[in-house]
């Protein structure tokens, strides 16, 4: 370790143990958790409270509710019914039927799953 590493390692230490003291205290992360949460909560409230975010609803409702939405909205429906839609249906189903490609899924999921429980380490297996 170099003379600036050792400067840096003795500035950061005391900052390094007061932030360490301070998250294993009693209900350190927890009281952090729950000021947090409240905060949130205040701010959603404050939020849809506004005048911006009430013009901002009106003006979404007012949009569902034109012409030119119903008019997509049709067009849509049309579009999932019509015999092109039907036929990309069906290879996309024949393509998931394939050997590779499901078991290409099923190892997705399981990666995704141990990312979520916390036992990824990055790759898959």
Partial sequence: MNDIERRIQRFLNPWRTRITQWLRRPGGTADLR??????AQ??????????AAKRAATALQE????DAAKRAGTALTDLRD???????ASALTDLRQRDTVRKAEESA???LHDLRSGRGNGSAS
Avoid at 63 to 66: A, K, P, T
């Fill in 63 to 66: 949009l569902r509710d034109s």
């Fill in 109 to 111: 999921k399981r990666a």
């Fill in 82 to 88: 019509s015999d092109a839609a039907k036929r990309a």
């Fill in 42 to 51: 205040r701010a959603a409230t404050d939020l849809r409270d506004s005048d």
């Fill in 34 to 39: 729950r000021e947090a949460t409240a905060r």
